[in-house]
T-cell receptor, first 114, second 112 residues
Framework: DADVTQTPRNRITKTGKRIMLECSQTKGHDRMYWYRQDPGLGLRLIYYSFDVKDINKGEISDGYSVSRQAQAKFSLSLESAIPNQTALYFC?????????????FGPGTRLLVL | LAKTTQPISMDSYEGQEVNITCSHNNIATNDYITWYQQFPSQGPRFIIQGYKTKVTNEVASLFIPADRKSSTLSLPRVSLSDTAVYYCLVGYRGSTLGRLYFGRGTQLTVWP
């Protein structure tokens, strides 16, 4: 079974709708991340969380919100989706400091906003 | 936040050694260099990490000169399955990990 899972894998929604992307991990990591990937632009950090009580904005947090419901769960919400939020979204976790801090990515959620 | 510069794309043939160089002129004393590999429609996957000199694992080698302003990922004897995007990241192994910069990466295409 995958260590980092994302649901849904694909989603089509309409402008103005609120949607939630969910991420679960079984690695026991405190640190979790949400990234967005657009063609030719690499990955850009949206939000990150270093533990259940910690939420931090990344490069491109406008239009997004997150919720860290538990150590294993980190959700990303689009409050009112717009077409330029069409992208591939990745959730990731990372090893603790002092243990390499490698990031482990989920399979991604492909989102289309019409 | 140290940013990186990599070639946008590279081509190679099966069986050749591929070297991808990354520039990181503003690297800080506490920064480490990490490389990730990404296949289409998949999340990036960790390849290798280093601080200085040379690091080798079962997948690749990482060469870092003394001034640490650049690094080179070396993939020995590539195959078609090595076609992917390769990202070079520089970041502090500590609380600022969340601010790592992925950049656009290098698209490596391996031809038969």
């Amino acid at each position: 079974d995958a260590d980092v899972t994302q649901t849904p894998r694909n989603r089509i929604t309409k402008t103005g709708k609120r949607i939630m992307l969910e991420c679960s991990q079984t690695k026991g990591h405190d640190r979790m991340y949400w990234y967005r990937q657009d063609p030719g632009l690499g990955l850009r950090l949206i939000y990150y969380s270093f533990d259940v009580k910690d939420i931090n904005k990344g490069e491109i947090s406008d239009g997004y919100s997150v919720s860290r419901q538990a150590q294993a769960k980190f959700s990303l919400s689009l409050e009112s989706a717009i077409p330029n939020q069409t992208a591939l979204y990745f959730c990731a976790t990372s090893d603790p400091p002092g243990q390499g801090e490698t990031q482990y990515f989920g399979p991604g959620t492909r989102l289309l906003v019409l | 936040l140290a940013k990186t510069t990599q070639p946008i794309s590279m081509d190679s043939y099966e069986g050749q050694e591929v070297n991808i160089t990354c520039s990181h002129n503003n690297i800080a004393t506490n920064d480490y260099i990490t490389w990730y590999q990404q296949f289409p429609s998949q999340g990036p996957r960790f390849i290798i990490q280093g601080y200085k000199t040379k690091v080798t694992n079962e997948v690749a080698s990482l060469f870092i000169p003394a001034d640490r302003k650049s690094s080179t990922l070396s993939l020995p004897r590539v195959s078609l399955s090595d076609t992917a995007v390769y990202y070079c990241l520089v970041g502090y192994r500590g609380s600022t990990l969340g601010r790592l910069y992925f950049g656009r990466g290098t698209q490596l295409t391996v031809w038969p």
